[in-house]
Nanobody
Framework: VQLQAFGGGLVQAGGSLRLSCAAS????????MGWFRQAPGQEREFVSG????????SYRDSVKGRFTISRDNAKNAVYLQMNNLQPEDTAVYYC???????????????????WGQGTQVTVSS
């Protein structure tokens, strides 16, 4: 499956962005999905994940209450609504897909098989 993330940009602190992840090649209904981010000089980190059905979601603590992950299997897409963005959210954001096993939402990068190319999110103070 090929993934493409888009929707990043430059926003002031307190602003919002909505990231989208479009898939082609296979239906996303087969996969649990995740959003990760990587800031310069730092390791890629888990941001949020969603199960195949969308019934289970998970977030890193620092984005809880500000970010919302969702998916539209009919459109073969996953979204990340980011509100009240802060400078520390600045990073390249990646979407990723993994065949779902008994773990509904995985937080480690090595669990994910397919990755999009990333979209830059920059939050100015």
């Amino acid at each position: 499956v090929q993934l493409q993330a888009f929707g990043g940009g430059l926003v002031q602190a307190g602003g919002s962005l909505r990231l989208s992840c479009a898939a082609s090649g296979r239906t996303l209904t087969m996969y649990a999905m995740g959003w990760f981010r990587q800031a310069p000089g730092q390791e890629r980190e888990f941001v949020s994940g969603i199960s195949r059905s969308g019934g289970t979601t998970s977030y890193r603590d620092s984005v809880k209450g500000r970010f919302t992950i969702s998916r539209d299997n009919a459109k073969n897409a996953v979204y990340l609504q980011m509100n009240n963005l802060q400078p520390e959210d600045t990073a390249v954001y990646y979407c990723a897909a993994r065949p779902q096993d008994t773990i509904l939402v995985a937080t480690s990068t090595d669990r994910y098989r397919y990755w999009g190319q990333g979209t830059q999110v920059t939050v100015s103070s």
